[in-house]
């Protein structure tokens, strides 16, 4: 097991090195904030800063750290934990000095088992919701984490669960607080729904303002092993007026929604039948691709955004609000504009340049974008677009078309499916809607943890 930091006064230490931050007002309260699951904590958990007095989050302020570093973006309350480290919080108030959490360790070897990823709503519930995979407000719906077992036995695994909350402004109950989850095998991840049928039911209400416009729930489940308990996260959707549960790319606009890749296109709207302009690929994908807008690196080894800086393209210059994204795409292999130093980023995006930067993406460079693939081990598809043993699916892309490879490649990886007549139609526009399948599928976004 890995080491913690240390005692509160090792904390006193960090919080000593680390730079001040502007505080909100809590009337001079200095005492430490507590973290959910404290001492250690399994990847794949969230944790939750509690105060120790009564003043909510939001009056005051945090940022999280990993081995001392600082967490780019995570100033939030709480934190989805993936990466083993060390990690701790420093919290700042008004008129006191900054204040650190008792710090944790991540680490896999704490855990009989670690927390591994969610089903959420996958049925109807006997007409209480309409198993779409997403919790909308009104619901009753099943809920199902799932557990991994690193070990090397075989482990039996229940858990209990309570803590459901949310935002001020509805109503949360919890119908049922136990789960089931059977033997998990050593090495693989067990689902209460796979293992026993015996999952957890909750329901939220459906008030009429939405009491925020990025609603997320979360719930405390407490293994029943003696593991520490993990707070799992979880995006409550019907976020944009436009988008309804029926539209056929609501589930992916509410992940891009949820990871921070989008805030829409005006209040409660998202414009999802809007064509796409080539910014908006290069601001979606950089989001995408550095988990959250946050983390978009404003300077690059070829590239400083900076006012007075560099950029790779002539048309987005230093200074412009997404020099950064157009710039750390393109260091990143997935762009090189639309001729020699410049990006075309006013002009509108075509599904077959969406294909191109996606693929490029995923796979980590052009050049690792095969020439022909699989069968992949998830979807069992593959191809060939070499022309002269060519293995080709889209009735619309020849095996001897440059982009052959990429199009191909996310289909048969699950990224996209095409069209029902089995065209890819790379000519056409992109809209926003389709822009949210690409990347969605393309970078496995959730709906829970964030």
């Not at 795409?329 to 191109?356: D, N, Y």
Request: aromatic fraction near 10%.
């Amino acid at each position: 097991m890995r080491t913690f930091l240390g005692s509160l006064a090792s904390a006193l230490l960090l919080a000593a090195l680390l730079p001040a931050a502007p505080a909100a007002a809590v009337g001079g309260i200095c005492e430490p904030p507590v973290i959910t699951g404290q001492a250690a904590i399994c990847p794949g958990a969230t944790v939750r800063l509690v105060a120790t007095t009564s003043v909510p989050y939001g009056e005051w302020t945090c940022q999280w750290y990993r081995d001392t570093l600082p967490i780019p973006g995570a100033n939030d309350e709480e934190l989805f934990v993936t990466a083993p480290g060390d990690y701790q919080a420093i919290v700042y108030y008004q008129g006191c000095p900054m204040v650190p959490s008792v710090p944790f360790t991540v680490a896999a070897s704490v855990c009989l088992a670690s927390p591994a990823g969610l089903v959420l709503d996958p049925a109807g519930n006997a007409g209480q919701s309409n198993g779409n995979g997403v919790l909308e407000p009104g619901e009753r719906i099943l809920f199902g984490p799932s557990w991994l077992n690193p070990g090397a036995t075989p482990i039996s695994f229940a858990a209990s669960a309570s803590n459901l909350i949310g935002p001020a402004g509805a109503e949360y109950t919890l119908f049922d607080g136990t789960a089931d989850y059977g033997i998990i095998a050593p090495g693989n991840i067990g689902n209460c729904f796979a293992g026993s049928e015996d999952c957890y039911e909750l329901a939220i209400s459906n008030p009429p303002a939405r009491p925020e416009a990025h609603w997320d729930i979360s719930l405390e489940e407490a293994p029943t092993n003696g593991d520490l308990p993990t707070v799992w996260k979880v995006h409550v959707g019907s976020s944009f007026a436009d988008v309804p549960a029926a539209h056929v790319f609501y589930p992916e606009i509410e992940k891009l929604y949820h990871a921070g890749v989008t805030a829409g296109c005006g209040p409660s709207a998202f414009c999802p039948e809007a064509n796409g302009s080539r910014f908006q690929m290069a601001i979606f994908l950089a989001r995408a691709m550095a988990g959250g807008d946050p983390n978009v690196p404003s300077a690059g080894k070829s590239y400083d955004c900076a006012a007075g800086g560099t950029s790779l393209f002539s048309d987005v210059p230093p200074g412009d609000p997404f020099c950064p994204h157009v710039n750390f795409i393109a260091e990143q292999g997935a762009t090189t504009g639309c001729g020699p130093g410049v990006f075309c980023a006013g002009q509108t995006a075509s599904r077959i340049q969406m294909a191109i930067v996606v693929a490029r993406s995923i796979a980590g460079a052009d050049q690792a974008v095969p020439l022909s693939y699989g069968p992949d081990p998830a979807t069992g598809l593959s191809y060939n677009c070499d022309p002269s043993s060519a293995d080709v699916h889209f009735s619309d892309v020849r095996a001897g078309d440059w982009y052959c490879r990429h199009a191909e490649f996310l289909r048969a990886t699950g990224v996209i499916t095409g069209y029902p007549d089995g065209s890819f139609q790379p000519a056409q526009d992109i809209t926003r809607g389709q822009m949210a399948k690409f990347l969605a599928n393309g970078f496995r976004l959730q709906l829970f943890g964030k």
